[in-house]
């Protein structure tokens, strides 16, 4: 049988992985969408958010693995994710509302 402190930090580092996966991900897509809001021409707006992208997600890696705990990480990944949500809710709707 497996010890149960092996098993604690074998599910804490799954939940880190998981959050620098799907909550960077989440975190990286409406910073993108959140970056179609900003004062300039749309063409520059996409590429400005796809670049965005890139950034967010690569820092959001990291700073999943530096934090002290996988709860720190899930709680400030949401934390940041919230203003970008509003923010971007304008173009968010009219995809929730189709799907």
């Not at 958010?49 to 997600?57: E, K």
């Amino acid at each position: 049988m497996i010890p149960r402190h092996i098993l604690f930090a074998r599910g804490a580092l799954a939940s880190r992985i998981l959050a620098a996966l799907f909550g960077g991900y989440a975190l990286a897509a409406l910073a993108g969408i959140a970056a179609a809001a900003l004062p300039i021409q749309k063409a520059e707006a996409v590429l400005t958010g796809m670049m965005l992208t890139f950034l967010v997600h690569a820092g959001a890696v990291v700073w999943v693995f530096a934090v002290r705990s996988a709860t720190r990480a899930w709680v400030g990944l949401i934390v940041a994710t919230v203003p970008l949500v509003i923010a971007g809710w304008p173009w968010l709707r009219p995809m929730l509302e189709s799907a």
